[in-house]
């Protein structure tokens, strides 16, 4: 099994819904990452949490961290086709500096 | 800025053939790696640095070298193409801190 696990793997949703991915590890975590693919191109950073509790928002996805449980969320609200693509977490195993990643969400918009 | 370049784009090898997957990047990134992305595997990281003259495995090291001569530059080299090496590769830098990484448009391989 992989170290960081995603739920769910695919995501339909009705444009306007919200919807969450999870992303849980089976290491301490020490900074976690989510990023956007859209089909069949690279990766775009979307935002880093570092500290237990910490929230960030990028436009209308926002990514919570939940250090005890070492597990992150990502929430999209009132979502649009344009979120629609891959979602990865990634995480940095210090101090090794492998950088890796979770199985990813597929997310689909339907209009 | 280019950012990070990968060539080829696309790629045909017959079983046993070797060839170079080229990555460079122009942001003075410390940070490179590999990665392989694979139907509902999302991605596996290959082989990794942390600055030039330094390298290290990641998770699916087998069949993959690779090496940090410059800053710029971190080719992948497969040694004797497999077919389960059929994959999509990506390359990315980083400077590290809370910075994530800037991944290249990925290179499609397959191996026949």
């Known amino acids: 099994s992989q170290e960081l696990e995603q739920s769910p793997q695919s995501l339909i949703v009705q444009e306007g819904k919200n919807l969450t991915i999870n992303c849980t590890s089976s290491?301490?975590?020490?900074?976690l990452y989510w990023y956007k693919q859209k089909y069949g191109e690279g990766l775009i950073f979307l935002m880093m949490l570092q500290k237990g509790g910490e929230e960030k928002s990028h436009e209308k996805i926002t990514a919570k961290l939940d250090e005890k449980k070492q597990q992150s969320s990502l929430h999209i609200t009132a979502s649009q086709p344009s979120h629609a693509g891959i979602y990865l977490c990634?995480?940095?195993?210090?101090?090794?500096?492998?950088?890796?990643f979770g199985t990813g969400t597929r997310l689909k918009v339907l209009a | 800025n280019a950012g990070v370049t990968q060539t080829p784009k696309f790629q045909v090898l017959k079983t046993g053939q070797s060839m170079t997957l080229q990555c460079a990047q122009d942001m003075n990134h410390e940070y490179m790696s590999w990665y392989r992305q694979d139907p509902g595997m999302g991605l596996r990281l290959i082989h990794y640095?942390?600055?030039?003259?330094?390298?290290d495995q990641g998770e699916v090291p087998n069949g993959y070298n690779v090496s940090r001569s410059t800053t710029e530059d971190f080719p992948l080299r497969l040694l004797s193409a497999a077919p389960s090496q059929t994959s999509v590769y990506f390359c990315a830098s980083s400077r590290g801190g809370r910075d994530g990484y800037t991944f290249g448009s990925g290179t499609r391989l397959t191996v026949v």
């Open positions: 640095s942390v600055g030039a003259g330094i390298t």
């Open positions: 990634g995480a940095d195993r210090t101090p090794t500096y492998k950088y890796i």
């Open positions: 290491k301490t975590l020490y900074g």
